[in-house]
């Protein structure tokens, strides 16, 4: 392995522009990522700190919309029009679009947090759920985009998600399917790099468990408030 290498004579070493950090909320669906990574970027927000709230409703906007088209032609939705590989790329596309946005905008901030409702592992996961084949080309296309400084798996039951999901009226799915999906995240090797957080504990629960682990890991104040014990490190398969 080679070292460091000098500066051509004459020219000044140029460091890297700082990156905002990044906070990334995971978890299969209706364990509740999406009501975390706002409440989290309103408690930021609400402490004086720069944060930027990247949400899922672009990579919403754009699957209702190949759905409408898939639908026009006689498809279900855009998965059976496209092929599931397909579907995901788009997906994942959009996503990573989003991440080197938000990265971009606050570029030289290294004082604010990139908070967001998903992450490029999510695509990893589906792709193994559905059996695909796509997740090589996935992982070439995320390629540049930074891991996160803290990944949370908000870990739900599969059978209290479904029912989530069925209470929410859209996404719905069995718990059959969640099962897998979980599987699928846990047998990922970034897994064990990930922070567990028990998602079937109550949203203000989950939500303490959240801030104190942000505060640990970016030296920030933690807000006064109660305690929550839904944290836990990962090393569990």
């Not at 970034?190 to 079937?200: C, K, L, S």
């Amino acid at each position: 392995m080679t070292g460091p290498t000098s500066p051509a004579p004459g020219r000044r070493a140029v460091s890297a522009p700082a990156r905002p950090r990044t906070v990334a909320l995971m978890g299969i669906d209706g364990a509740g990522k999406t009501t975390q990574t706002r409440l989290l970027a309103r408690h930021l927000a609400a402490d004086g700190i720069q944060a930027h709230h990247l949400t899922n409703e672009v990579g919403a906007t754009v699957r209702e919309a190949l759905d409408g088209y898939a639908r026009e032609r006689g498809h279900p939705d855009h998965a059976s029009l496209a092929g599931d590989t397909a579907a995901h790329l788009a997906w994942a596309v959009t996503k990573a679009t989003g991440l080197l946005a938000a990265a971009n905008l606050l570029e030289g901030r290294a004082d604010a947090v990139l908070v967001a409702d998903r992450y490029t592992y999510c695509h990893y996961a589906t792709e193994r759920l559905t059996g695909g084949g796509g997740e090589a080309l996935l992982r070439a296309l995320h390629r540049h985009i930074p891991e996160p400084d803290l990944a949370v798996f908000i870990d739900a039951d599969p059978g209290t998600a479904a029912r989530r999901t069925e209470e929410r009226g859209h996404g719905v799915e069995t718990v059959e399917t969640l099962r897998a999906y979980r599987d699928a995240y846990r047998e990922m090797p970034e897994f064990a790099g990930f922070t567990v957080i028990d998602g079937d504990a109550p949203p203000e629960v989950v939500h303490r468990a959240v801030v104190d682990l942000v505060a640990k890991e970016f030296d920030l104040p933690a807000t006064a408030g109660p305690r929550a014990s839904a944290a836990r490190p990962c090393g569990c398969r």
